[in-house]
């Protein structure tokens, strides 16, 4: 559990403190006044930002992972029911990319990592079932680039280190302190790098395939000096990809060039399709059927980002894979020195031709203080044995202890099927009845946090937070049909953080008219009337259509000024009018963050049918108000990209002398 309790229950909260603390005079040297006064509201509410319903993030997760679970039967497995998703966002780590969360279990339990494999491969819901529910805050993270990160399979500010940072701004966006982080294969690369890099966050490793990303385990694999020895049918459709002439200059740097796009999209598409299937051949000690191979390792969209990214990484910069400094630099003393102290469980399959276990067995004997556990398997994390040792291991360490408990004389109860009984924390039970356990004893334990006395985090921090807040929020085209539950509470917030905004002379010159469903048709009439008129009835009928699928309707308007000193004209400098439609658009922009602190996507449109001269009648507006634009509210059903910044900052701000 981590060091200091968080308060919960005023998380969605943040967006309408953050601007009531807001002071319009304020000075760049006197920002910390504020921040230290609302700093308390600040971390619980890191939980809310760029959020989405249950509901639509459990297909965000939808997308399989890269570790061979293609036709397996859990059934007779040590793996825990699956527990059900508790929430998820679209964390935007940098201009370019947004990284994809979820988390499961317990939200006051044990945080744990779940680092996925690859690079490239995504997370699945069921990479959650390696933890007790009952006893694990889990968390599972897309990489950049896949799964349902975006941009997808991008390779532009796509190293390690920037991997080792997304991680961090995850658990500071979800208040942890401390973590278990638990990898296999590319996942256990990446889990010792962020061990090394952050030490201090890290309260144990459980390593699974180990993979030190070091120049020989990659010959081995990908340039047929070991694996193809084993697995010549497999290795020879992986070779005919490449054209004869290629070969000697390396299948991964032949590979690359197909996989960058150099030579076309065929060619890109087959590469991918190749590469992967290849993995995915050799992963499992007991070879899958040819068609639950391809389904789930030839399909284009996950072949395409695990191959891209894989060799991406694998090629690396300056000859060394893996945007490492040197070739097997995790295995350098000066590092493996910062993590010693970490308990350590490695979990390596004897038979595993991906990542051979000479590299598990030479982390074991450098660090010389984990445990290692050699299992008759192959590579795959959903091998029987694989998943015994590793649920060994987080029962282990959720009970306190620091190495993996051994297994009883008459063997473990069983996890895996619907049908059977489960043990779950030393208890048995049927698996509903024990899902029903774990939810009362989260929600016992959230609301005893939401009661323990509150931790206030830094400025930097509280800035960290915020300016991540407006750099994920997107202007969203596609609404679920039906607005979330609670939808009024988070408007009612809304508006209040609206009515902070700056305004000159204190004039608070915005009104927001939420419509009903007769108000909205009325509106939506009377654009569909003005589209058919330009562009015939076929288009009218059509935006007739999309309008009435919107699920809320928000009309943002301005107050004529009746003050002497208003002026008539908005190009006039010192024009009351001109003042108070800034105010408006400021009001608009802090309704839109805060209702996208709650995970309420917004559109705010300024279209012809706002300014028609019978919109206020259709929409009920009072005589002495303007519009301002109509906003849209709802549920998103798809999270658009990033959008392309066409200037830089340094185009922007200019400095003068």
């Not at 009377?526 to 589209?531: G, K, P, R, W, Y």
């Not at 849209?632 to 200037?647: C, M, N």
Request: proline residues 5%; charged residues 20%; glycine residues 8%.
């Amino acid at each position: 559990m981590h060091r200091h309790h968080r308060e919960l229950a005023r998380g969605t909260e943040l967006v309408t403190e953050l601007v009531v603390m807001r002071r319009s005079a304020l000075a760049l040297g006197g920002l910390l006044m504020p921040m230290q006064a609302a700093s308390a509201l600040l971390l619980p509410a890191t939980r809310h930002i760029s959020r989405v319903a249950p509901k639509t993030c459990r297909a965000l997760s939808a997308a399989a992972g890269a570790e061979g679970q293609e036709a397996l039967d859990f059934d007779n497995t040590r793996l825990y029911p699956q527990p059900p998703l508790v929430q998820g966002g679209m964390l935007a780590v940098s201009e370019l990319h947004t990284v994809a969360w979820y988390e499961y279990g317990n939200r006051a339990g044990k945080p744990a990592l779940f680092v996925h494999g690859g690079p490239g491969g995504g997370t699945a819901p069921m990479n959650a079932r390696y933890f007790d529910p009952a006893l694990y805050r889990i968390i599972l993270v897309d990489q950049r680039g896949c799964g349902k990160s975006t941009p997808f399979a991008e390779l532009e500010e796509n190293t390690t280190p920037d991997l080792v940072a997304d991680f961090e701004q995850i658990r500071r966006l979800l208040a942890i302190d401390t973590w278990q982080v638990f990898g296999g294969s590319w996942g256990s690369t990446l889990a010792l790098a962020y061990a090394v890099a952050h030490p201090e966050r890290v309260t144990e490793l459980v390593l699974r395939g180990v993979f030190l990303l070091r120049r020989k385990e990659l010959d081995f694999f990908y340039e047929g000096k070991g694996t193809n020895y084993l697995f010549p049918e497999q290795w020879e459709e992986y070779k005919a990809a490449i054209p004869e002439e290629e070969h000697g200059a390396g299948f991964i740097q032949a590979y690359g060039k197909r996989l960058r796009g150099e030579l076309g999209q065929e060619a890109q598409l087959a590469a991918a399709k190749a590469w992967s299937v290849w993995e995915g051949s050799v992963s499992r000690l007991s070879v899958p059927s040819r068609q639950a191979l391809l389904a789930k390792w030839a399909d284009a969209d996950f072949a395409l980002a695990f191959a891209r990214i894989e060799n991406h990484y694998f090629t690396g910069a300056n000859g060394v894979a893996g945007f490492f400094p040197r070739d097997g630099w995790l295995l350098e003393e000066a590092n493996l020195a910062r993590i010693r102290h970490i308990p350590t469980v490695i979990v390596q399959g004897r038979y595993d031709v991906v990542c051979p276990a000479v590299s598990a067995y030479e982390l074991h004997s450098a660090l010389g203080t984990s445990t290692l556990h050699m299992t008759t398997t192959g590579h795959s994390s959903f091998e029987p044995e694989i998943i015994q040792r590793l649920v060994d291991a987080t029962d282990a360490y959720a009970a306190g202890g620091g190495t993996a408990a051994a297994a009883p004389e008459d063997g473990w109860s069983l996890r895996g099927g619907s049908s059977g009984y489960h043990r779950m924390a030393g208890r048995r039970g049927t698996p509903a009845a024990l899902a029903r356990e774990a939810e009362a004893a989260a929600a016992a334990a959230a609301a005893a946090a939401a009661a323990a006395l509150r931790i206030p985090p830094s400025a930097q921090e509280y800035a960290s937070v915020l300016q991540q807040l407006m750099l994920s929020r997107r202007t969203i085209n596609a609404f679920e049909p039906e607005l979330p539950v609670g939808w009024e509470a988070s408007l009612q917030r809304a508006v209040r953080a609206a009515t902070h905004a700056p305004n000159h002379k204190r004039t608070e010159p915005w009104r927001f008219h939420l419509l009903g469903p007769a108000a909205a048709a009325r509106v939506c009439e009377l654009n569909a009337e003005l589209v058919a008129e330009s562009k015939g009835a076929e288009a009218g009928a059509k935006k007739l259509k999309r309008w009435l699928a919107m699920p809320g309707w928000l009309v943002a308007t301005c107050v004529r000024s009746s003050m002497r000193s208003a002026g008539s004209s908005m190009d006039e400098p010192t024009s009351i009018l001109r003042e108070d439609y800034a105010a408006c658009c400021c009001a608009v922009q802090n309704l839109c963050l805060s209702l996208h602190a709650e995970g309420i996507g917004t559109k705010w449109t300024t279209g012809a049918v706002n300014f028609d001269p019978r919109f206020g009648a259709a929409a009920g507006l009072p005589e002495d108000e303007y519009v301002v634009g109509t906003i849209w509210f709802g549920e998103a059903a798809a999270q658009p990209d990033a959008p392309t910044k066409r200037l830089s900052v340094e185009e922007v701000l200019i400095r003068h002398d």
